[in-house]
């Protein structure tokens, strides 16, 4: 029988783990919280230049932080467990709960995180259709990604790919426009 949800969750699994990834300059050392299936994991062991996983909160300082449980205000800072160029990548609401995903990147402000990248993508299980991450660093900007490792990947992506990447950083016009009238841009 054909479960929507099984057949797509890949798609998450995918958009929470290798924008992350190809996005940092050389990710080395990463943490997971929110993945008790383990999934997330398989994801981040296909990259071989992975030293060390933690599938739970660790006192190590890492390269990424990936949580894809659900956020909850008032929520650990997790920008002491990055170093210095870290990316944290949090799960985030539907693209349409705009007041839920300023209110996440306000609770991450909070914690010190002053840049961030909105990634949007198809999420066929839950009502809307669309899912969100938002990724985030304390210092520095979001730079190119390394766009020859994922065209020379040496691992199967079912989903993901050098062009999903750069169409889910780009805001849908509706979010565009709820975000300038705010006056903040991510």
């Known amino acids: 029988m054909f479960k ?3 057949r797509t969750q890949m798609i998450f699994r995918e958009m929470m783990t290798h ?10 050392h990463i943490a997971i919280l929110g993945d008790p299936d383990s999934q997330i994991l398989q ?8 030293k060390e996983v933690y599938h ?6 890492v390269d990424i932080l990936i949580n894809a449980g659900i956020h909850t205000t008032n929520s650990k800072n997790y920008s002491t467990l990055l170093n210095p160029n870290g990316i944290f990548i949090q799960k985030s ?25 909105i990634l949007t993508f198809p999420q066929p299980s839950v009502d809307t259709g669309l899912g969100s ?12 990604i390394r766009e020859k490792n994922i065209f020379n990947k040496p691992f199967k992506t079912h989903y993901y790919n050098f062009d999903v990447h750069h169409a ?12 300038n009238n705010q006056e903040e841009i991510p």
């Open 93 to 117: 609401s539907s693209p349409f709960e705009i007041s839920a995903i300023q209110l996440l990147m306000q609770d991450l402000k909070s914690m010190g995180f002053n840049e961030f990248q």
């Open 4 to 6: 929507l949800e099984e």
């Open 168 to 179: 889910a950083m780009v805001l849908p016009e509706f979010m565009r426009e709820s975000f």
């Open 56 to 61: 739970n909160t660790t006192s190590q300082k």
């Open 19 to 28: 924008p992350a990834i190809f996005t940092h300059a050389s990710p080395e």
């Open 43 to 50: 994801e981040v062991l296909k990259h071989s230049e992975i």
């Open 133 to 144: 991450a938002i990724m985030a660093m304390k210092q520095g900007i979001f730079r190119r």
